[in-house]
């Protein structure tokens, strides 16, 4: 478990950009209702490892006394999807991503450059309405490998302790992002306002095929430099669970201590400190 609230002394490394330049896919799973936040769950698997961290990494020379924040964490479960649903990894780079999108504010179609992505739902899916707003979605019914992933997802937070009333096999939709070039492509940081359950996946063809995800701490648009960024460094078949403050849906709120978290590139996950 990787616990973003703890205080340390040691300083925390950058991020290392990719050494490769493949294509790679990071998966989301989202329920559609917004639920309470629930404890990660733990792996039983005696060939994967748990990764944990804890969010609260102090900057070793500061002029005021570290503003406390609250409890976050991320579980890191190394390789699990690999051993579970050794399929998908070739069933998601046999889909095409949606390679454009809807700009409201223009009311055209751009191309997308920092990223692609997918949708997943439950049924056969549908095609993509870009001039409506709507993305491409993929019924679970055509990519059985991927189903399987939801299902076991959906067994993990079950055995967790969250309700079904928060998330089921029918209400856990999935979201492919896919960056072709790792060392260039990525997402600058945000919180996921749309969620409160958030577990990723990390795909990719090679061992390489690595990325990091880095969390910040920030009040209001300040970051709070007294805690450093807390970087984990994901490679394929990873699972990472987080907690509701680490999913960072109250990101926009000024009032109090958040958590965002970037992807990729160093362009997206090293400014603005």
Known sequence: MIWLHKREEKTQEAPKPPTTTHQSRTKRWRPVQKPTEASAPSSSSSSSTTTTQQFETAATATARPPRPVPRAGVLV????????????????????????????????????????????????????????????????????HTHKVQKFIVALLAAAGVPKEVVSASTLRVETNVYTDPSRNGIGFHGDTERRVVVGVRLGLSKEARMPIVFRWYQGREVMKEY???????????????????AGSDWKNPTIPTLRHAAGAPKYTQGGR
């Not at 960024?229 to 990472?240: A, M, N, S, T």
């Open 77 to 144: 479960l190394r390789n699990f999807i690999n051993l579970v649903a050794p399929g998908v990894t070739q069933e998601q780079f046999g889909l095409t991503p949606d390679k454009q999108y809807y700009d409201s504010k223009t009311g055209t179609v751009k191309k997308k450059r920092a990223r692609y992505n997918l949708c997943f739902e439950a049924g056969d899916g549908r095609p993509a309405n870009m001039e409506a707003g709507q993305g491409t979605v993929v019924g679970f019914n055509q990519v059985p």
């Open 228 to 246: 450093e960024d807390r970087v984990i460094d994901l490679g394929p078949g990873d699972v990472y669970f987080m907690s509701e403050k680490a």
